[in-house]
């Protein structure tokens, strides 16, 4: 090879090294949108919307009840309450972009168990930043759960005696509404179409934070935190069982919260996520993926309907439904956090792969 | 025979590519390990972890504090820099080698074959006389300056890379590369929005197209590259084959650390009389090159001694170029029992691992046990006498679909690592 020759190629090699400066994690605008992320952007965006506008008049009746407390206007705040907390169900999935930008987190949002103590001395007149790091267990629905509900309507009537406790309350769905409106602006005027054209399966692809989201959303939150915590599969010195660690504990919602949950996952998984499933080749024990998928949600959907009511209350008497409804969600688990993470080919970490 | 060998192997060639090497590949050590530091990789692998997965062998390598680990890491892009510019270069290529295989050992989460062939380069770089020419060090030390080398110095590099091509493009001869296009299959689609060939990686016979052309590319390069007729030729086709994975693939450096060690081809010209004369080649170096080399290609085949699958029981996997060859995905559930009480519970990985520590040891064999004996010290330290470690883990490989890949009876605390022994509770692949 001749100089030329050797100048040629010290020319190529420099031009292929800076260009990976720019693109190899091409999770940018590349063009034209592609279909199934456009569906998967327009339903994310009507579930930030959806949970806007429940908050909305959440917050609405705080303040109405902050301002008269009434057993009429407790019931106005609490039935808004539940509305707001069963559409949040259908957002936790999402935990990426505009969701971590304004901390519409599952961590700032859905913490449980509530820290109780954090919020008695919050309204008790110690001073706090409602949305401050360390005020992450005293915030949110689990908060307003405790606030709303905890010991019945007497109890929670004289609760709110206090200045202190109206204004914590009206901060606290003040904060879901400001953040919540955000997220749901971001997403129908900039975040969607960002979304639709973030192609590929790099970290950092639209796929990738979706399902990376969405699986760790199922595997950490419903699988463990909203059933496999209070059944008690963890830890060696902790109670077998901690009922009081359900979600919803004070309103007994956690069975409907549970069933929200579970829908919606449905709900994104058949607003694309499926045809990227089915466009691979990938089987689970001789049948398409996707067909393996849509049978489990199947199952899940059926049986979430016939757990015990309340579920703290089933776990108490330790109701094998619980426990056999646990079996059924480990199974989804594998099939997504296995099976169809590995089907997309998505990657979770920035981290180089192996080379060629 | 001997003295044929001995001949060949010390014949006088021109230095140039030696110099060119040095210059190119330390140029893209240097970046790769700036990127490395800028990235906050240093901080996400070496000192936000609890724990660590070291190779067997160097579980007595912890990684130094946050200082320690950033020096490390600055002296040895140092030495990267100075190994490219030949300034100290003996001594910055063996501090180069040093704290590179340093932060190898200590966490095989990070293991990739691209550090492993930088390993074997900054140690061949480390007997290779590359910085007498164009170096800083003839400027200082002008008696240095040779315009030839003994040929061995520059064969060595030229085997490695050969060997590296050819093993990877064996390790490629499956049916499932071959016959299904796996894992290909499963990855070029995704990459439909590239611009230009985008389109076409939607198509199956692009799979078929990609995983065939990467064999024969890999299997025909040595030879390509090493005859003198076809050598341009072959290096059109490296510069193609890697700028094209490097658009494709997440994958680093490692393109660029192949387009400029193969340069070690070229640049061979008829010199001027020796300014040098060229030394005999000692036995006892002789005699290192050949186990050296020996080692080289015996460990890629190393496989063959156990049982089972290959890419599923990945037993003689790592240190083999076997590259892009599988898609695998895999979750554990840990469990430790209290033999004492009976009772058995959970564990909750990802408070003892990172995400990406978790990823990486949910789909291979000897992570797993690694973990379970850091379970097991855990336990015990928490007052379980003798705590039971077992698992359940689903692994899926190339789509296959997610079966038991360890056998959920066995207790992991009880089982231990070994040089080469076989898992017999890696459950086979059906």
Redesign the interface.
Known sequence: MGLAGAVAGFVLFLAACSKSGGTTNNGGDNGSPDTSLVKLGNAITASYQGLAANIAPLDAAAVAFAAAPSPSTLTAVQDAFKLAYKSWETVSQFEFGPATDKYLTTHFTNAFPTDTNLIKANMGGTSYVIDGLGNFAAQGFPALDYLLFAYGNDATLARFTTDGARQYLKALTASLKTKSADVASTWSSTYKDKFGKGKGTDAGSSLSLLANSFVFDWDVNLQNYEVGIPIGIYGPTTLPKAPAKVEGYYSGLSVELLAAHAFAFVAIYNSGINDKVKASSAQSNGQPLNTAITAQWTTLTTKVTTLPNPLSTGIQNNDPAINAFFTEIRKMTVLLKVDMSSALGIKISFQDDDGD | MMTGIRNYLIKPRSIAPLA?VRI?FGA?LF?STLRFIA?G?VKDFYITPRYHFPFYGFEWLHPLGPTGMYIVYGVMALAALCTSLGLFYRVATVVFFICFVYAGLLDKT?Y???YYLVTLMSFLLIFAPANRKWSVDVRLWPSLRADQAPSWAILMFKYQLCIIYFC?GLSKLTADWLLHAE?L???L?????T?LIGPLLRQEWAAYFFSWA?ALFDLSIPFLLMSRRT??VG?VLV?I???L???L????????????AT?IF??DGQTVATVQPVREIKGFRLALLGAYFLLQVITPFRFLLYPGDLLWTEEGYRFSWR??LM?????T?FY?K?PETG?K????N?SFLT??QE?MMETQPDMMLQYAHILERY?KE?G?ARPEVTVQS???LN????RLYIDSTVNLAAQQESWFGHKAWVLPRK
């Open positions: 060119i190119v893209v970046i990235k990789w990070y990739l074959n691209h990877a894992p299959r499963i990855w689609p995704a990459k439909a929005s611009p990467g050598r341009r290096y510069v084959f890697h700028t994975t490097a658009v693939f997440q994958i680093g450096m490692f393109p660029y650390l192949m387009m400029s340069l070229f640049f590259v892009m898609e695998k995905g895999g979750t559930f430790v209290n009772r519970f959970e564990v909750n990802r995400a990406y990823r336990y928490q379980v689903y692994v899926t789509g296959s679909g997610s």
